[in-house]
């Protein structure tokens, strides 16, 4: 079957643009993770839902930052007034109905945003 | 808070030796860990997790890992390694008490495989 898939594999902007991210999850998987990889460095957690609503976005860094999961499958990490520190690996990952702390998550291949 | 220690950045075995990385946990209360492995320009796969249930986890590809409470360590091992093994690991943590969902990751071990 279909694993996780987030496009644009590659994003390229300049900075001050905006930018918006895509994930499709495992169908049938209610929650939805995003995380952010810099260069270096293991994958850091910015926001959780489970169906449509965000049960925990404490990992956003800024106002700049938002998602939304709409129809409790897509979801659509937005990110405002871009800045070079933003540049990263954008990692999206989805994980089944059970919705434990034990829970696989699965993820995507990611988007490498660069912001110039 | 909950958080890992990957002990070795970079750690390089030539083919057939065993493999140690190494990974020491804190967490407030009983853990759920992980141990991911992301392969250049691919997604993080999932080698193994424990939740509490036997401390011995086996995982895939030959993988295996030991959770061990008085040293609040989770060291990933593999009796010999193949080329195809060399890769970024990620070892994983989430806290049960919380129930907060959030995976927190270490900060990666680079595996080098030499012929």
């Known amino acids: 079957g279909a694993g996780v898939s987030q496009t644009p594999s590659n994003k390229v902007t300049e900075k001050g643009k905006y930018v918006e991210l895509r994930c499709d999850p495992i169908s049938g998987h209610t929650a939805l993770y995003w995380y952010r990889q810099s260069l270096g460095q293991g994958p850091e957690f910015l926001i959780y839902?489970?169906?449509?609503?965000?049960?925990?976005d404490s990992g956003l860094p800024n106002d700049r930052f938002f998602a939304v999961r709409p129809e409790g499958s897509v979801s659509t990490l937005k990110i405002q007034r871009t800045e070079r520190g933003d540049s990263a690996v954008y990692l999206c990952?989805?994980?089944?109905?059970?919705?434990?702390?034990?829970?696989?998550?699965?993820f995507g291949p990611g988007t490498r945003l660069t912001v110039l | 808070a909950q958080s890992v220690t990957q002990l070795d950045s970079h750690v390089s075995v030539s083919e057939g030796t065993p493999v140690l990385l190494r990974c020491n946990y804190s967490?407030?209360?009983?853990?759920?860990l992980f141990w991911y492995v992301q392969h250049p320009n691919k997604g993080l796969q999932l080698l193994l997790k424990y939740t509490s249930a036997a401390t011995l986890v086996k995982g895939i590809n030959g993988f295996e890992a030991e959770f061990k409470k008085s040293e609040t360590s989770f060291h990933l091992t593999k009796p010999s390694a193949h080329m195809s093994d060399a890769a970024e690991y990620f070892c994983?943590?989430?806290?049960?008490?919380?129930?907060?969902?959030?995976?927190?990751f270490g900060s990666g071990t680079r595996l080098q495989v030499q012929p």
């Open positions: 994983v943590v989430s806290d049960l008490r919380t129930g907060r969902r959030a995976l927190t």
């Open positions: 990952a989805s994980s089944p109905t059970s919705g434990g702390v034990s829970d696989t998550q699965y």
């Open positions: 839902f489970q169906g449509t609503g965000a049960a925990d």
């Open positions: 967490s407030s209360y009983s853990p759920s």
